[in-house]
């Protein structure tokens, strides 16, 4: 493991804090973290007239940190403005979960703390992961943004080599452009689940129609179903 040199890594923070820019608070605060090459990155507070624009000191060490090579940071030491070891924000502890993981050391007071305890519980990209990588978020084709959120999309089934599988198309309707002329705006690839022909359309617009193989309506959209289809797919 990578020793710690807390001493040095303080005494950075604190020349840090002394370049702070906190006119309206009046309450600089400098840290500084060690990365895991070797090196050491700084940051201090930068405050605004507009005081929800203030940049924490750890912003700027997580910038540093991208703008000097990159890494992953181990430990970091916040202090404020006489020196004491001042703890991360709720923003920043999300920051330093992002560039530094559950097991870089914070220092405090009684001791250094792992992420891990100062943010449990974290949201990071494994929870992205999670859901993108299992469930893509179905894309719209740059050509047809602008026809996001207007039109209908209508599920039905189909056959495709001798089995059912699930298709989709993208209508415009009368009333979204009195220029343009109705008709199909995309056609969906085959699905062997409806749900996924519903999700593909619920990225495109609210309007989402379910046509089964009797041709019976449903109505799959978002809200409650308009009195012209009153039953909702289940």
Request: aromatic share 8%; glycine share 12%.
């Amino acid at each position: 493991m990578t020793e710690i040199d807390w001493e040095r890594l303080r005494t950075a923070a604190i020349d840090a804090m002394r370049h702070a820019y906190a006119p309206y608070s009046k309450f600089p605060v400098g840290a500084a973290a060690l990365v895991d090459d070797g090196r050491v990155v700084v940051g201090c507070n930068v405050e605004n007239a507009g005081y929800g624009v203030t940049l924490c000191a750890e912003c700027g060490v997580v910038s540093s940190l991208h703008a000097t090579g990159g890494g992953r940071l181990v430990a970091l030491s916040c202090v404020d403005a006489t020196g004491e070891p001042l703890m991360p924000c709720g923003r920043c502890r999300q920051l330093l979960w992002e560039n530094g993981g559950p097991e870089c050391l914070v220092e405090a007071k009684g001791g250094p703390l792992r992420m891990a305890e100062l943010l449990p519980h974290a949201f990071g990209v494994e929870d992205l992961d999670a859901v993108v990588g299992e469930h893509p978020v179905p894309v719209v084709p740059d050509r047809l943004a602008a026809w996001r959120g207007r039109g209908t999309v209508f599920v039905h089934p189909d056959l495709s080599a001798g089995q059912q599988v699930w298709t989709a198309y993208w209508e415009r309707s009368a009333g979204d452009d009195a220029e343009a002329e109705t008709g199909v705006l995309e056609e969906g690839p085959s699905w062997g689940d409806p749900a996924e022909a519903i999700t593909w359309g619920l990225a495109r617009t609210p309007r989402v129609v379910v046509v089964d193989a009797s041709g019976t309506i449903f109505w799959a959209g978002e809200g409650e179903p308009p009195l012209e289809i009153p039953v909702r797919w289940s």
